[in-house]
């Protein structure tokens, strides 16, 4: 099936040719975003799919190598210059695990495995299905009654301290949802704990009690199925962490890594839903609030601590293992050495229909329509680059390892990254961004059909009610744009159809599910393919970057209105950072003006001033360009020094969360909590220097030496 162009698509191209003569940019330009949406095919993203997904393919395994060996072949048969890039990075992988409950009755030992379904047409590869394990789980045994947590975030374990529950050497029963499962295990450690279990609740992911039952009937998770995954709470190979796990690399000792504080210090162990509720049942203890509770019809939820007593096991094996980024390149005709990236991740703890490879699909979709465009005489002005990644799930390794070894050049010549990691899970479109992309996002998704309602566009059912849609923000660790983003300062943008889903990273995100749940019609991956293609050709192709500074101002007075309400009473000055996001605003008007100025021109005699005018271009592509690499400090955050991004980084207690100025909100939970002027004082601290990276933003945009 074939999304034709939408009657809003057509009317923005007759708009935009109308305006050729004043816009800095031809008319085939336009031409090209016209052919781009007309190119789709779903029958090859369905095959795609399908090829992607016959065997489970975790990083560093055959079958993997397998599938980039796939995505390999497939770019270069679409004539797109291709090549693999290895690095040798050290994984995890389970040797042992066993989980024993003695209860007041009997021993209960688990037999912890996924059941296959009835039907299931990968029942001869399921023995392929790495055991449940955590990556990256400390090797050990845990021995102690059993604690009920709920979530595992910071506020629950101070729920349990309220009501007088001593955590201190028992092993904890979380269930997954609200925060990385990485940071459960570090939570537990910090509050005594020995060990942790993390189960899959009916109530979040096996359809609660609404009685519809579970995969292959509905799309909800079988009572066996588990969510693995990976515990490390840093970002790339955790021997190498800043540089690239390169040949004949320096490395970090294991003690070296585990002084790090990334790796977690407790054994852990992922469950299933009927595993957890057994667990459940044998705990006594005080009534857990109904905030807390499962599904109506389980068993009611007390947060011990035991009677019942966990026996926790789990022996990993740590390698070196060689892992493959598959990088095409198309060159682009005028601006050689300005990147625009696309990337997705290829690995997946199973099968991952959704997780990653319906990005993976996507991808390959997109390649496919821009060689049709240059069978048709299009070039990209700048270079555009496909990335496939490689052991995003244990921690972002590829795209980390990938930007850490070619840092410079990328900071000087990467001109934005887009990225698609889970392109579909179900309805509804969601994005994210650096706030500079937000008008080009909204303007991509008003040229496409909405898959699910052929009578309005993406962006009308995005923006639903409101006047505009909602974009988030990149702070969160949950995908490759981190290194892009929070390492080195790149534009980037993320977006996805769908969401949280019930079989995420278990043996049942397969093709089946996808077939039959996800996308039935593979319609929302044309459209995802769709969205990604026109935001990427218009940075390739657009003359003047499409980056508006003002929408990052505006973003930067908000969040800093919201900080400073927040300590209002503890006598921070925000006035320095309140004057730079004021200066900041004033420079992205100048040089929307300069934008403005140059298109006037354009319509007066501009052919004698071509030479002169491509220079003034470039100069102001650069700034353009440049501006978010000054939101960046070397030294970092504190106490986390990857993390260079003043403006975005993860929750330092949830990877998976996002904060502003996340500097100054670490500082604040840290004086909250000793109280202490030295620690007030540390918060006034980060807030100037803050405010001295958003006054550097402003100089690189307005072009001049102070």
């Known amino acids: 099936m074939m999304i034709m162009i939408s009657t809003a698509t057509a009317i923005f191209l007759a708009v935009a040719a109308s305006f050729s003569l004043f816009f800095p940019t031809p008319k085939s330009y336009y031409h090209s975003l016209y052919i781009y949406t007309s190119l789709s095919n779903n029958a090859s993203i369905s095959h795609n799919l399908y090829m992607l997904t016959r065997r489970p393919h975790v990083a560093g395994t055959e079958a993997n190598e397998e599938a980039a060996a796939f995505v390999l072949s497939t770019l270069a048969s679409y004539s797109i210059k291709s090549h693999i890039v290895s690095y040798d990075v050290s994984l995890t992988y389970p040797i042992s695990r066993s989980l024993t409950l003695t209860t007041l009755k009997e021993l209960i030992k688990f037999d912890l495995r996924q059941e296959i379904y009835n039907g299931d047409p990968y029942a001869d590869v399921a023995n392929e299905v790495q055991p449940t394990f955590h990556a990256y789980a400390k090797s050990g045994t845990a021995t102690g009654p059993v604690v009920y947590v709920n979530y595992g975030r910071v506020e629950d374990f101070k729920t349990l301290e309220d009501m007088g529950v001593n955590v201190s050497g028992t092993v904890v029963l979380a269930r997954y949802g609200k925060i990385y499962r990485g940071d459960i295990a570090h939570n537990a450690f910090e509050a005594g704990a020995i060990g942790a279990v993390i189960y899959t609740d009916r109530k979040d992911y096996g359809g609660g009690s609404g009685g519809e039952g579970w995969f292959p009937a509905s799309k909800w998770m079988p009572p066996s199925g588990v969510q693995v995954g990976s515990v490390y709470d840093g970002t790339g190979d955790p021997t190498t962490p800043g540089w690239a796990s390169v040949e004949g690399c320096e490395r970090l000792s294991d003690d070296e890594v585990e002084k790090g504080g990334y790796v977690p210090m407790i054994p852990s162990l992922p469950v299933s839903a009927t595993d957890g509720e057994t667990i459940i049942e044998s705990i006594g203890g005080q009534v857990a609030s109904e905030d807390w509770q499962g599904s109506t019809d389980g068993p009611i939820y007390r947060v011990g601590p035991g009677p019942g007593v966990l026996n926790l096991t789990y022996n990993g094996k ?95 010549r990467a001109v934005a990254y887009l990225n698609v990691d889970c392109a579909v899970s179900g309805p509804g479109f969601h994005a994210s961004a650096t706030p500079q992309l937000d008008e080009l996002l909204k303007q991509a998704t008003q040229q496409v059909q909405d898959p699910d309602n052929s009578s309005q566009t993406i962006y009308e059912s995005w923006a639903g009610s409101g006047n505009s849609p909602e974009i988030g923000r990149l702070g969160g660790a949950g995908s490759d744009y981190a290194a892009f983003v929070q390492h080195i300062g790149v534009a980037s943008a993320d977006f996805f159809y769908g969401g949280a889903y019930p079989v995420y990273h278990s043996m049942y995100d397969d093709f089946v599910w996808m077939k039959n749940f996800g996308d039935p019609m593979f319609q929302r991956h044309i459209a995802a393919a769709s969205v990604w293609g026109l935001v990427a050709l218009r940075l390739a192709d657009e003359e003047i970057l499409p980056f508006n500074y003002l929408s990052y101002a505006y973003e930067l007075q908000k969040c ?53 005018d491509q220079v003034r271009v470039r100069e102001l592509n650069d700034r353009l360009m440049m501006a978010e690499r000054a939101f960046t400090d070397q030294d970092g955050l504190s106490g986390r020094p990857w993390y260079k991004h003043l403006i975005y980084a993860p929750s330092k207690h949830n990877d998976y969360g996002s904060n502003s100025f996340p500097g100054i909100d670490d500082a604040t939970e840290t004086a909250k909590s000793l109280n202490t002027s030295e620690s007030w004082h540390y918060v006034q601290h980060e807030v100037w220097r803050v405010s001295r990276a958003v006054r550097h933003v402003s100089r690189v945009l307005n072009g001049e030496l102070t």
């Open 318 to 412: 740590q390698t070196i293992a060689t892992i493959q980024n598959v990088i095409a390149v198309i060159e682009g005709s005028e601006e050689p050495d300005r990147f625009v990236i696309l990337g997705n991740h290829r690995d997946a703890w199973t099968f991952g229909a959704v997780d990653p490879n319906s990005g993976t699909a996507a991808l390959l979709e997109v390649a496919q329509r821009m060689e049709k465009l240059q069978k048709k005489g299009w070039k990209p002005r700048r270079t555009i680059v496909f990335c496939n990644w490689d052991a995003e799930e244990y921690g972002l390794i590829g795209s980390t390892e990938w930007v850490e070894d070619n840092r410079e050049l990328l900071a000087s």
């Open 560 to 612: 800093a209105k919201n900080l400073e309400d927040g300590i209002s009473d503890k006598g921070i000055n925000f006035e320095p950072l309140f004057k730079s996001i004021e200066e900041l605003t004033k420079a992205a008007t100048k040089i929307q003006n300069e934008v403005r100025a140059i298109r006037k021109n354009r319509g007066w005699g501009w052919a004698s001033m071509w030479k002169k």
